[in-house]
């Protein structure tokens, strides 16, 4: 099965790995690249004193490049969503490291099973804010650093056609939102899914499917959980 991965690139290759070992074909076509803000990690961190709350793997990458001024935090419990971000976590060097399975609201009842109080939120741009709305909800102190931006790609008209000329992928494989939405907005992406298309959308949330366009919807299928393993599950 060909399927088409929408990651950004370091995410991308691990997912196509994964593919690979499956018997699939992994399609690349990273529709954002991040751009790292280290020095507002570094500052909040050095300001900061509580537990630390990741909703992406792409927060411990910021972290990964701040060496020894990190080795003072090790020790801090360490909240990520996904087993995954728990793991890069863990081999970051951080010691109390703690997962949930779902999104951001089932990792904010997580902090608040916990205890945790006065939460360090490393987070990204642009964001759904499910997991600080929840926090809110339930009344925790967190502050929020803003650490990382994920800036859109537009692939070009080749590059496109180097992936849908041949034959249309078997399946797409969506993460979030804001790339399902950036998929469609591109011309060229949306005019090869035309509205009969047999392409399989696999989305890894119902908030994901919710930006696949309405002719298209009876070609989506959402992961039953919010993780890699069983979005891939579907193919």
Known sequence: M???VTRSAHSATRTAQRLRDMGH???LLPLRQPLHDGNAAADALATTSGAIAVTSAEAIRVLSALGEQLHPHLARP???VGETTAQEARSLGFRSVASSQG???DLADLVA????DGLLYLAGTPRAETFEGRLRELGIRFSIAECYRMQPIVPGPAEIEAIFSRSPPDAILFYSRQTAEDFFRVP???SALPEHSAVRLLCLSEAVAQA???ALKKSSEISPMADEKSLLSLL
């Open 188 to 190: 060229d992406l949306r």
């Open 25 to 27: 074909e992994p399609l």
């Open 113 to 116: 099973a916990r205890g945790a």
């Open 2 to 4: 060909r399927v088409l």
């Open 212 to 214: 696949i366009p309405t």
């Open 103 to 105: 999104n951001g609201r």
């Open 78 to 80: 360490l909240f990520a």
